[in-house]
Structure formats: structure tokens, C-alpha cells
């Protein structure tokens, strides 16, 4: 799946429960971010970029996982909204790209909602 929603520029993104989403490790080749719910970690997401000149223009949302007794809350579309903004915040990324395992339609269905279209089975 593949995004090629710009978004707006933000380190940090609230949730209508008054959770954060920030990065974890801002390296320069991967950040990772968490989502908290009353100062316990919810759910975490990765974001690379490529280093390669060729594909300097790609990033990859990776290591997406909100435990289910925090699910239903908003914190999956939180931090891919956290992610994407990340993204943006690179002027040379045009994609950000995932991989979805087969059968999981909860998460096809959050990553479609937030701007992703299928690319590929």
C-alpha cells in the first residue's frame, strides 16, 4: 500500500483521549513512534527512509502494532497520521509505502482510511 497524501507538518499529533504520539529514536535513516494511554504504551510504528539516491523519494511505515485492549481508541490512526506528518517533514519523499499481512482487513482497512491505496496482490 502506498501513500501519497501530504501531510501537514507536526512532532506531535493529540488524540481525542489526550494521548501523544511522538518519536521514540529520531535517527536520521529511521524513527520510531508510541502512542501512550494514561502513561502506558499503546501501540508503536516505524518509519524508514531510503538512503539510496535512486529511491531517496521512498519511506516505509513499518513495525505497526496497537495491543487489542487499546484498540477502538484512534491510536492506529494516530500514529500513521504521526508518521505521515514525519514523512512530510522530508521534501524529498513522495511515497510512503507498508506492507499488510494477507487477511488482516482491520489493518487494510485503518491504512486505507488514512490515505493508503493497494499497489500489488
Same mark, same amino acid.
Given at each position: 500500500? !502506498?501513500?501519497?497524501?501530504?501531510? @501537514?507538518?507536526? !512532532?506531535?499529533?493529540?488524540? @481525542? %483521549? %489526550?494521548?501523544?504520539? &511522538? @518519536?521514540?529514536? @529520531?535517527w536520521?535513516?529511521?524513527?520510531? *513512534? %508510541?502512542? *501512550?494511554? #494514561?502513561?502506558? /504504551?499503546?501501540g508503536?510504528?516505524?518509519?524508514s *527512509? ?7 523519494? $521512498?519511506?516505509? /511505515? &513499518? ?6 485492549? &487499546?484498540?477502538?481508541?484512534g491510536?492506529? !490512526? ?6 505521515? #506528518?514525519?514523512?512530510a517533514?522530508?521534501?524529498?519523499? !513522495? ?10 482487513? #482491520? ?5 486505507? $482510511?488514512?490515505g &493508503?491505496?493497494?499497489? %500489488?496482490?
Amino acid at each position: 500500500m !502506498r501513500s501519497r497524501r501530504a501531510a @501537514p507538518n507536526a !512532532r506531535r499529533c493529540l488524540s @481525542p %483521549g %489526550g494521548s501523544l504520539a &511522538f @518519536p521514540l529514536t @529520531p535517527w536520521h535513516v529511521r524513527s520510531c *513512534f %508510541g502512542a *501512550f494511554q #494514561d502513561d502506558e /504504551l499503546a501501540g508503536v510504528a516505524g518509519l524508514s *527512509f531510503e538512503l539510496c539516491e535512486k529511491a531517496r523519494h $521512498k519511506a516505509t /511505515l &513499518f513495525g505497526m502494532c496497537v495491543p487489542t485492549k &487499546f484498540r477502538c481508541h484512534g491510536l492506529g !490512526r494516530l500514529l500513521v497520521r504521526a508518521v505521515l #506528518d514525519h514523512a512530510a517533514e522530508r521534501s524529498c519523499v !513522495r511515497i510512503v509505502q507498508l506492507t499488510v499481512t494477507h487477511g488482516n482487513a #482491520d489493518a487494510q482497512s485503518l491504512y486505507e $482510511k488514512c490515505g &493508503f491505496v493497494q499497489h %500489488g496482490l
